[in-house]
């Protein structure tokens, strides 16, 4: 069974953000397992807690532009791509040419992969109404059944949109990179050797994760 966080966020408006109600327990249990998170969570004010804008379909567009390019690049494509119709809705979506998608920055694969995404949500092809009840590794393999969604795409929703406490994202290169200068004095680090440093995280490795993340740029990004 799916470990239940914060039902109202995933009800929330687009204009809503909402933080998880786990995270100052995560926090202190973090600080006490592990000596580098006990130096590096209070470098964080509150206010750069996880959030979430609560709407599954943008959480997943957001997470398809920024696949393999920076977090930066990834933010001014979304804006542009968001500008391109009043309310971006699957719907939306799948009225919008090729071109006005291209012009604002996706390549032809990303706009291919966003169409589907759009589909999929319209023509009910996923248990969203289901997904509070399901694990990670149900939803991981739904969502990575659709073109263009690994299963790094489908562990930023988990985090970003159900917010689940526990999620370990191995193919991020922001953790890694995290995990490296933090526990190996910036040696190369094999996702075995992250998975073991991350066994001292759990239950909480959403937690340490975003964390790791704020090491390497503090300006959190959204999904």
Request: aromatic share 10%.
């Amino acid at each position: 069974m799916a470990t239940k966080v914060v039902n109202k966020a995933s009800k929330a408006s687009s204009d809503d953000l909402l933080a998880p109600d786990y995270w100052e327990a995560a926090c202190a249990a973090l600080m006490k397992q592990d000596r580098i998170m006990r130096k590096l969570i209070p470098k964080y004010p509150k206010a750069e807690f996880l959030k979430t804008r609560g709407d599954a379909f943008q959480t997943l567009a957001r997470a398809i532009v920024g696949q393999q390019i920076s977090v930066k690049a990834a933010q001014s494509v979304w804006e542009r791509v968001l500008k391109t119709t009043r309310s971006f809705t699957p719907a939306a979506v799948l009225k919008l040419e090729i071109t006005e998608l291209r012009e604002a920055g996706l390549s032809a694969r990303k706009v291919e992969y966003m169409k589907d995404l759009a589909q999929h949500f319209e023509n009910g092809g996923l248990h969203a109404a289901n997904w509070d009840a399901l694990d990670d590794e149900t939803i991981i393999a739904e969502l990575t059944a659709i073109r263009g969604i690994g299963r790094w795409t489908a562990e930023m929703f988990l985090i970003f949109y159900l917010m689940r406490p526990d999620v370990l994202p191995l193919d991020d290169i922001g953790l890694i990179k995290g995990i490296s200068e933090a526990y190996f004095s910036k040696e190369p680090v094999s996702r075995s050797e992250a998975r073991e440093v991350s066994a001292n995280w759990a239950p909480w490795r959403t937690v340490a994760t975003w964390y790791m993340w704020r090491s390497m740029d503090p300006i959190p990004v959204e999904y």
